[in-house]
């Protein structure tokens, strides 16, 4: 990340962390893949009925998580040519 890039986004108050930085087996929410994504909530539960959503980790108490390695596999394998 460029030092102007690494400004804009703390003066837009966004995180900045870098790609290499994040934890493979960190555990995501549903609303964080959505916000990473920028899609509603009923989009990701559209794409997981339809299996086309992230591998989903369900707990006990019926919450869902996406490993971050998962996630991240799944986000390479959408790349359009």
């Known amino acids: 990340m460029t030092s102007s890039a690494f400004?804009?986004?703390?003066?837009?108050?966004?995180?900045?962390?870098?790609?290499?930085d994040r934890d493979p087996n960190e555990k995501l929410t549903v609303e964080d893949v959505c916000a990473e994504l920028k899609i509603s909530r009923s989009t990701f539960?559209?794409?997981?009925?339809?299996?086309?959503?992230?591998?989903?980790?369900?707990?006990p108490?019926?919450?869902?998580?996406?490993?971050?390695?998962?996630?991240?596999?799944?986000l390479a394998g959408q790349e359009v040519a």
Not at 62 to 73: I, N, Q, S, T, Y
């Open 61 to 74: 108490n019926g919450a869902l998580r996406v490993r971050r390695r998962d996630f991240d596999e799944w």
């Open 7 to 20: 400004s804009a986004g703390r003066r837009a108050g966004k995180a900045t962390t870098a790609i290499s």
């Open 45 to 59: 539960y559209d794409w997981r009925q339809k299996r086309r959503g992230p591998r989903c980790i369900r707990l």
